[in-house]
């Protein structure tokens, strides 16, 4: 038996009246979702812990199997382990997003647009990013560049401080949300002076994309310390994402990380190769277990867009578990596969929430017959609920 869990990274969501009062999930074309939970189990399962912020962290560890009550430390030193980064103990970590502020007003006074810049690529982060290192940069605090938007610093015998994330406050004036530590404050403000006449910034406004204008700390942590997913689970597992979250994640708990070319973590990421990578996984690479992230509808939901969330479900249907469905069939391979968010990541709010989310196990074995479809909505008709997040996977791996 081989397992896959395909993660729709806030891929749920509240009724939206321009949707007629349905969802994003509902109302996205998805003929294999449909077909798959007619035989399906669904349901809804709970994968924030009560009194934990619903973010990616805390819920994907939840899914792989981890409680977050028990391994979480914060964000960003999960991230660490990705880049490679050897955290001390007296190391404290920061998520360093560059981040698109609005430019007429003081800092202080100026709104947040955008938590990605745009979605902006690697390879001008990684300018912008040295050019903050360099000015910045010292003993105590020490950058590091990561994917897209998502970067890293380093402050050495440092304290874990309350910070808000940006996808938080989307449209705000960012005054009082900024670090009531004076060095992080003040390193934020001048990160300003620094990137704003930047020429990559120059250049990104040319072509009308937003510029990355300020860095933005938050998801302050302490080193991880996850038991190995095989010791745990006796199952060889991969990780395929593009976000550093789950690679790190992935390292923390001894998975291998599968790079798939073209995974950029954004709505144009290669989807088929995720796909594609997965089965070779299982099927020539001698691996159990594979776990399929894909960033895109969390991202879309954050902009606010609802035909573009609707796009990145219909791409995760068509792209990503279709292909893996029919490729481990043709191959005669038996197959549990869970489908399911990790939170949503509602259009109205711009942000994630702790509402429990809809899952859907297929057995390839053991077909079911079921009139219930895979929504937030059917997940709830159901009755089927699963109350503790991190119990999903050995439910998965219950057969």
């Known amino acids: 038996m081989k397992y896959v869990v395909v993660l729709g990274d806030g891929m749920a969501d509240y009724p939206i009246d321009e949707l007629n009062g349905k969802t994003p999930l509902e109302a996205a074309k998805t003929p294999t979702l449909d077909a798959l939970s007619k035989v399906s189990e669904v349901g809804l399962v709970h994968t924030i812990p009560e009194g934990m912020a619903p973010g990616s962290d805390t819920a994907n560890l939840s899914v792989i199997g981890y409680d977050p009550k028990i391994y979480y430390t914060g964000r960003s030193p999960l991230e660490a382990l990705s880049i490679g980064v050897d955290m001390e103990t007296t190391d404290i970590s920061f998520r360093c997003n560059i981040v698109t502020l609005s430019e007429e ?18 390879e001008e982060a990684k300018e912008l990013v040295e050019a903050v290192a360099k000015e910045l940069g010292n ?8 994917t897209s938007y998502r970067h890293l610093t380093i402050w050495k015998n440092g304290t874990v401080i309350d910070l ?20 992080l404050n003040q390193m934020m403000k001048k990160s300003y002076d620094i990137l704003s ?45 593009a976000v550093d979250l789950l690679k790190g994640i992935a390292v923390g708990a001894n998975m291998t990380n599968i790079t798939v070319e073209g995974a950029n973590g954004g709505l144009h990421t290669n989807y088929k190769g995720k796909a594609k990578a997965a089965v070779k996984a299982l099927e020539e690479d001698g691996f159990d277990f594979v776990y399929i992230h894909v960033e895109a509808p ?65 057995d390839s074995t053991d077909e079911k017959d079921n009139t219930f479809a895979y929504s937030e909505k059917g997940g709830k008709e159901s009755g089927n609920y699963i109350e503790q997040g991190h119990t999903i996977i050995d439910y998965l791996f219950s057969k």
């Open 105 to 122: 007003e003081p800092y202080e006074e100026k709104t947040i647009i955008d938590h990605s810049a745009g979605e902006i690529t690697t």
């Open 139 to 146: 003993e105590l605090y020490q950058f590091y560049v990561g």
């Open 164 to 183: 808000v994330p940006p996808h938080d406050i989307l449209g705000k004036t960012i005054k009082e949300y900024l670090p009531k530590d004076e060095v």
């Open 197 to 241: 006449n930047h020429p990559v910034n120059l250049k990104r406004k040319e072509q009308g994309l937003n510029p990355a204008n300020s860095i933005w700390f938050w998801g302050a942590g302490t080193r991880p310390a996850l038991t190995s997913f095989e010791e745990k689970n006796h199952k060889k597992a991969a990780m395929i994402s």
């Open 298 to 362: 969390d991202e879309m939901g954050h902009q606010g867009s609802i035909e573009r969330k609707i796009q990145a479900i219909e791409n995760l249907d068509e792209k990503v578990i279709k292909i893996v469905k029919e490729e481990l069939e043709k191959r005669g391979e038996d197959f549990r596969m869970l489908v399911l968010p990790d939170h949503p990541t509602p259009i109205a709010i711009r942000t994630h929430c702790s509402d429990p989310v809809p899952y859907l196990l297929y």
